[in-house]
């Protein structure tokens, strides 16, 4: 089984969310964000920073990192988005829930593809969040259901926004 399939799936497919600021300031509040609600949509405890925010009006957009125990670091951008609320969004973290949606849809796109009926569960990613390198390459395996072979897959997301994606199949495992 050799196949490369461009396809895209319509999610996004980082984490994000707001926050009201209250008294606090747009860098403290998206630390907040960081090290709560988004390292619980990730599935792993973040250190949060952000750079300083000189001018915090509305349309300020600012950056930060989550970064993970292993030292990966997760980028985040931050819009001031109304007065005392911000936006946090991820730049480079597929969701698990998120990589369940590629799976689905590249074993959609490799069955059309190559002619084979594969199983749902015939494209493994992993089970939880994905923190992409600079490349967008996530590794996966494929199952070939006609006689069991495991091959190497690289699938690489090209815009989390829209969903865009490729996957490679590569050689089997041994």
């Given at each position: 089984?050799?196949?490369?399939?461009a396809l895209?799936?319509?999610?996004?497919?980082?984490?994000?969310?707001?926050?009201?600021?209250?008294?606090q300031?747009?860098?403290?509040?998206?630390?907040?964000?960081?090290?709560?609600?988004?390292?619980?949509q990730?599935?792993?405890?973040?250190?949060?920073?952000?750079?300083?925010?000189d001018?915090?009006?509305?349309?300020t957009?600012?950056?930060?990192?989550?970064?993970?125990?292993?030292?990966?670091?997760?980028?985040?951008?931050t819009?001031?988005?109304?007065?005392?609320?911000?936006?946090?969004?991820?730049?480079?973290?597929?969701?698990?829930?998120?990589?369940?949606?590629?799976?689905?849809?590249?074993v959609?796109?490799?069955?059309?593809?190559?002619?084979?009926?594969?199983?749902?569960?015939?494209?493994?990613?992993?089970?939880?969040?994905?923190?992409?390198?600079?490349?967008?390459?996530?590794?996966?395996?494929?199952t070939?259901?006609?006689?069991?072979?495991?091959?190497?897959?690289?699938?690489?997301v090209?815009?989390?926004d829209?969903?865009?994606?490729?996957?490679?199949?590569?050689?089997?495992?041994?």
């Open positions: 089984m050799s196949a490369s399939i895209s799936i319509v999610a996004v497919s980082g984490c994000s969310a707001e926050f009201s600021i209250g008294g300031s747009p860098e403290d509040a998206a630390v907040d964000l960081i090290e709560g609600e988004l390292a619980d990730i599935g792993q405890p973040l250190t949060g920073a952000c750079d300083d925010v001018d915090p009006e509305v349309g957009a600012f950056d930060c990192t989550g970064t993970t125990a292993d030292g990966d670091v997760i980028d985040f951008v819009l001031i988005d109304e007065e005392d609320h911000i936006s946090v969004d991820s730049v480079n973290v597929v969701t698990a829930e998120a990589v369940g949606r590629f799976e689905a849809a590249a959609e796109a490799l069955g059309a593809e190559t002619g084979v009926d594969l199983d749902p569960a015939a494209i493994d990613c992993g089970d939880g969040s994905v923190i992409l390198p600079p490349s967008g390459d996530m590794s996966c395996t494929v070939d259901p006609t006689d069991g072979t495991v091959y190497e897959a690289t699938l690489t090209n815009d989390l829209t969903g865009d994606f490729d996957i490679q199949v590569g050689d089997p495992l041994t």
